[in-house]
């Protein structure tokens, strides 16, 4: 797979406070790739970087076959759709209105305002002021301004946060459609069940360092506990380690007909964080 994304040994500072340290990882063509995270570890530093908003203060970048200095040219932020908690609207304007000026911008085909609405579920909204429009049908306004141009590399910093159920479910299935037909997503979130949901790999960033990477499944069984949970109709809850030793005791639980539940050791993309970094993902 031809690589997209290379970062190495980036570092960013803002004075004396160190935002990365080091950081390093890839993205190769047609991946969801989640950059993992509490607020203040610093993902979106690391998009601002990408998007050439940011120098680098050590380090290297390479996106798209440009080294950070080329971040400026045009042709390379055409290759992009941004999504950051600066994309914004022109609240006056309707819907379509808002898409065709971007459209006229990029110089695509008029069929794509549509079709990305459709996308979405908003056609039906597309001549209503965008003043009109809720939270999350904006939020969806905005992930159509950034894939109107079809482009080959997507930067989501935190697309669904604070978004109702439905619109977040409605975001997960355009992401996955896009990635079906080739496009490369980089996505910053602290949602963990979103990462397991939507990405081939993901980086835990966490004070500025990379502390872990790999597939959320692979992660999840890296750090699962060779243990089975049993828990009782009394609300008793026993933890016994999986071994030959203890194959009478589960044997025996496992046919008591108090029992509730039995499962072995399996944790969660939000526990292996925990475990790996000591810190709750607030």
């Not at 079709?115 to 939270?135: F, H, P, T, W």
């Not at 939507?198 to 750090?223: M, Q, W």
């Not at 828990?231 to 108090?258: P, W």
Request: glycine fraction near 8%; proline fraction near 3%.
């Amino acid at each position: 797979m031809k690589t997209i994304v290379k970062i190495a040994e980036l570092r960013k500072n803002f004075g004396h406070e160190q935002a990365l340290k080091g950081i390093q990882f890839e993205i190769k063509s047609g991946e969801i790739f989640g950059l993992l995270g509490p607020s203040g570890s610093g993902k979106t530093t690391t998009i601002k970087l990408l998007t050439g908003e940011l120098d680098p203060t050590s380090g290297s970048l390479e996106v798209l076959g440009y080294s950070s200095e080329m971040f400026g040219r045009t042709e390379y932020l055409e290759k992009l759709g941004i999504l950051s908690d600066k994309s914004a609207l022109y609240e006056r304007l309707t819907v379509a209105d808002n898409l065709e000026l971007y459209r006229k911008l990029y110089n695509t085909d008029k069929e794509k305002v549509d079709e990305v609405l459709e996308a979405v579920g908003l056609l039906d909204q597309k001549n209503k002021r965008v003043s009109k429009l809720s939270k999350g049908m904006k939020q969806r306004i905005l992930l159509c301004k950034a894939v109107l141009h079809a482009p080959p590399l997507l930067l989501l910093d935190e697309p669904t946060s604070a978004l109702d159920p439905n619109t977040r479910e409605r975001i997960h299935e355009m992401l996955l459609k896009l990635k079906e037909s080739g496009t490369t997503i980089l996505l910053t979130t602290h949602d963990m069940d979103e990462a397991t949901l939507l990405c081939d790999n993901v980086a835990f960033l966490h004070g500025g360092i990379i502390k872990e990477t790999g597939s959320p499944e692979d992660l999840r069984n890296k750090y699962k506990r060779n243990v089975v949970h049993i828990k009782y109709a009394s609300g008793l809850i026993k933890t016994i380690e999986n071994s030959s030793e203890n194959f009478n005791q589960i044997q025996e639980a496992l046919f008591d007909q108090n029992l509730i539940e039995m499962h072995t050791d399996f944790p969660s993309l939000g526990e292996v964080f925990k475990n790996v970094t000591g810190k709750e993902l607030i």
